[in-house]
C-alpha cells in the first residue's frame, strides 16, 4: 500500500472535515422539518428505587423517527440542535410534551412517578426556558414535584447568576435537579454546595465498569458518599446486569435506571405499564 505524502493526508483530512459538516448541515436542515412532521416523540425511562425495585421517576427521552425508515439517535441530533438554534423550538416541544404526558397520566390516576426532562447548555442559558416551564406547567395544572429536570455538571458551571437565581426558585418550591453524567466533568467538587441541586445521577461508565474495576468501584463509592452526606438523592445510571444492582446496592445507591429494569419506552408502552401497577406496584426485589 503507497504511503500518503503530507499533501495527500492534508487533503484526506479536509475532506473527512467538509464531509462531516455536510453531514452535519443536512441533519440539521432534516431535522427543522421533523417537528412539523411530527416525526420527534418522547420515550420514557423508569428510574427505581434500589431497594424496592418501586417506579420512582420516569426520564423523558428524545427520540427522532425519520418518515423514511430508521431512527437517529439524541447522541447525534442534540448536539445539530445545539449548534443550529434548533434547540430552543426542540427543547421547549420537549418540555410542553412531558408536561402534557404526565398531565394526563395524573388524569388517569397514572400520575404516581415524576417525569424528568433533560435540559442542555444553550436551553439553561435562555431565560425563556424557565418562563415556558411554568407556563407549562400552569396550563397543565402540574406541581413541582410532578416534573424535575437534568442538567450536566457543566452546564451547571457556565450558568450566568440569573439562571441560578431562577434554579435556586424551582429547587424551594420542590422541584428535583439532577446532576446528569455525574463524575465526567470537569469541575471541582466545591461546586456542589454553591447549586441547588437535590440528586446526582452517577455516570453509565463507571457503573459499567464497576465490577472489574476497583477504581470504577472506588469512585462510585466517593459520588455516593459525598452525595448523602450533602443531603442529596443518589442515582446510578445503566445498570444492566444482576452484578451491576448488586453493587449499586451494596453502595446504597437510592434509585437505578437501566435496561436490567426498563429500557426506555414509547409513552404507550410505558401507559400500559403504569396501568398494570395501579393497586400495588410489584416488588422486584427478593
Ligand atoms: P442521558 O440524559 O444521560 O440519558 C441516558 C442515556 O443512557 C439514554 O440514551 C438512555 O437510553 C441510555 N441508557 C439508559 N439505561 C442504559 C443501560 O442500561 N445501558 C446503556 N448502554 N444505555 C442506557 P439516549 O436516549 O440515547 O440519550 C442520549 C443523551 O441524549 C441523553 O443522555 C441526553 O444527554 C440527551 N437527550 C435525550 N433526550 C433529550 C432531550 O429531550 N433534551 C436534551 N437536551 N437532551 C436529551
Ligand atoms: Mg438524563
Ligand atoms: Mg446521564
Ligand atoms: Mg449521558
Known amino acids: 500500500r503507497a504511503k500518503l505524502s503530507a499533501p495527500n493526508r492534508c487533503w484526506f483530512f479536509n475532506q473527512k472535515i467538509h464531509d462531516e459538516l455536510l453531514h452535519q448541515h443536512r441533519l440539521a436542515e432534516r431535522l427543522q422539518l421533523a417537528l ?11 428510574q427505581v ?4 425495585g418501586r417506579i420512582e421517576n420516569l426520564e423523558a427521552l428524545l427520540r ?6 430508521g431512527a437517529i439517535s439524541p447522541a447525534e441530533f442534540i448536539p445539530v440542535a445545539e449548534r443550529s438554534q434548533l434547540i430552543h423550538r426542540i427543547g421547549e416541544w420537549v418540555i410542553r410534551e412531558a408536561c402534557r404526558q404526565q398531565a394526563e397520566w395524573k388524569r388517569r390516576g397514572l400520575g404516581g412517578a415524576r417525569v424528568d426532562i433533560n435540559l442542555s447548555g444553550k436551553q439553561l442559558a435562555m431565560a425563556n426556558t424557565f418562563k415556558h416551564l411554568e407556563a407549562c406547567m400552569a396550563e397543565f395544572d402540574l406541581t413541582p414535584q410532578d416534573i424535575g429536570i437534568e442538567l450536566t455538571e457543566n452546564v451547571l458551571i457556565e450558568a450566568e447568576e440569573h439562571i441560578l437565581n431562577t434554579l435556586r426558585g424551582l429547587y424551594h418550591r420542590g422541584m428535583k435537579i439532577a446532576i446528569d453524567d455525574f463524575g465526567t466533568g470537569y469541575s471541582s467538587l466545591s461546586y456542589l454546595k454553591l447549586f ?3 440528586s446526582l445521577k452517577i455516570d453509565r461508565s463507571f457503573v459499567r465498569d464497576a465490577p472489574k474495576d476497583p477504581s470504577d468501584r472506588a469512585i462510585m463509592a466517593a459520588a455516593v458518599f459525598i452525595g ?3 443531603g442529596l438523592e443518589v442515582i ?4 444492566e446486569n444482576e452484578e451491576q444492582l448488586e453493587l449499586v446496592r451494596e453502595m446504597k445507591c437510592d434509585l437505578v435506571q437501566g435496561y436490567y429494569f426498563f429500557k426506555p419506552m414509547s409513552a404507550a408502552d410505558t401507559t400500559r405499564l403504569l396501568t398494570g401497577l395501579v393497586g400495588g406496584q410489584p416488588r422486584i426485589v427478593s
Open 228 to 230: 448523602h452526606r450533602l
Open 236 to 239: 446510578a445510571e445503566g445498570v
Open 36 to 46: 412539523a412532521d411530527n416525526e420527534l416523540a418522547l420515550h420514557y425511562q423508569p
Open 64 to 69: 427522532w423517527f425519520p418518515k423514511e425508515g
Open 196 to 198: 441547588p441541586v437535590t
Open 49 to 52: 428505587s434500589a431497594m424496592s
